[in-house]
């Protein structure tokens, strides 16, 4: 677990399964990533338990309104320069509720100093669409810088890295 001022980052929970059928199938938060999932669709195919390294259920108060995750995906550019899966990928969604409280930069700074002290001197990736404005603004707050833009998913990407030296406050 991680606590920061107004958040917990904790493993999902059983009592989160509505929260994150929310934030699967909302339009709002599905418009950069392909669309939403069919609500049926997802609740069949959300694992009961939801638990897995690297995802971190954000808890205001009680209640999930959001998830931040480091994987180490496989690249989804020809000119990614990094070995596949060597290098961690930062991922976040939020309900539409938690946009713009500064809940999304809370939560990603305080994954990013967990994943320095945990693996210090690892970079970390973060990609998301260039028409993403909002999340291309909050990779630059948190110390990420363009290192490439590409075509995936139908859509222009813009990919940044985020290294320690450039640790986010």
């Known amino acids: ?3 920061t001022e107004r958040l917990l980052l904790r493993e ?3 009592k989160d399964r509505p929260a994150l059928v929310e934030l699967f199938t909302s339009p709002e938060v599905g418009t950069y990533i392909g669309g939403p999932r069919p609500r049926q669709e997802f609740e069949r195919s959300l694992p009961e338990d939801n638990r897995r390294p690297g995802l971190f259920a954000v808890d205001l108060h009680g209640a999930l309104i959001g998830i931040v995750t480091l994987d180490r995906l496989e690249p989804v550019s020809k000119s ?3 070995v596949a899966g060597e290098e961690a990928t930062l991922g976040y969604l939020f309900l539409p509720e938690a946009w713009g409280c500064g809940y999304a930069t809370e939560a990603c700074t305080a994954v990013l100093n967990w994943f320095t002290t945990a ?3 690892e970079s970390v990736s973060l990609s998301t669409q260039t028409a993403n404005s909002a999340s291309i603004r909050l990779a630059t707050k948190l110390g990420f810088t363009e290192v ?6 139908g859509a222009e990407q813009w990919r940044g890295r985020w290294s320690p030296t450039r640790r986010p406050a």
């Open 12 to 14: 999902p929970e059983g």
């Open 148 to 153: 490439e833009r590409y075509e995936a998913y």
């Open 80 to 82: 990614c320069v990094r």
């Open 119 to 121: 693996l210090p001197g």
């Open 1 to 3: 677990m991680i606590a």
